[in-house]
């Protein structure tokens, strides 16, 4: 009896959040270094797979307000810090030493191409110095490759919030009485 009842206790979803911890933490490893269309589609379905899986067997336990407040602030966090990259503006530099930038503007409102020009750091002026002149065509390459660098990194930044918000609901929710037996369970 003791060994039945010890069995029914354990956490049916044991695995499914040691798997689903692990893609997090390695999808935010691959954001770090390179981000392609497929890095971002395998994490899409393997992470709505494990949610929806996660969701299907998930139980109520006495850390589940601890466990969603946690999931919600890094949700949370995420999420505020993929708008803030979409939104910022950024600056390149163009030499690999000195204070020459190019200013890029933001992902969602770039510079246009016969705009960007090489100022000082810290001045909105034109840059006049000795040092070459830098083609419009390289600035706008250079500006091109860091916005996009840029939004594809804020795109991660919010498949993870939205995964994350979607386990923070999963624990802050009671979960319904199964029709079939006593045990809770969540039914779509």
Known sequence: ??????????????????????????????LLGFFD????LV???????????????????????LFGFTCACFAALAL?????????????????VG????????????????????????SSETAKQSWPDVSQSSLQRMCSDRLSYRGSRAAGLTLVGLLLAARATGHLITPTESRTGDAKTRHF
């Open 37 to 40: 269309w497929w890095t971002g």
């Open 1 to 30: 009896m003791a060994t039945e009842e010890q069995r029914d206790n354990r956490s049916p979803t044991k695995w499914l959040s040691a798997v689903f911890w692990t893609l997090i933490l390695v999808f935010v490893y691959i």
């Open 80 to 96: 505020v810090t993929s708008g803030a990259a979409v939104l910022a503006p950024l600056s390149a530099s163009v030499d690999s």
């Open 43 to 65: 994490f899409v379905v393997a992470g709505v797979a494990l949610t929806y899986f996660w969701w299907r067997k998930v139980r109520r336990s006495e850390s589940s307000v």
């Open 99 to 122: 204070s020459r930038m190019v200013d890029c503007g933001s992902v969602i409102n770039p510079v246009p191409e016969k705009e960007l020009r090489v100022t000082t750091s810290g």
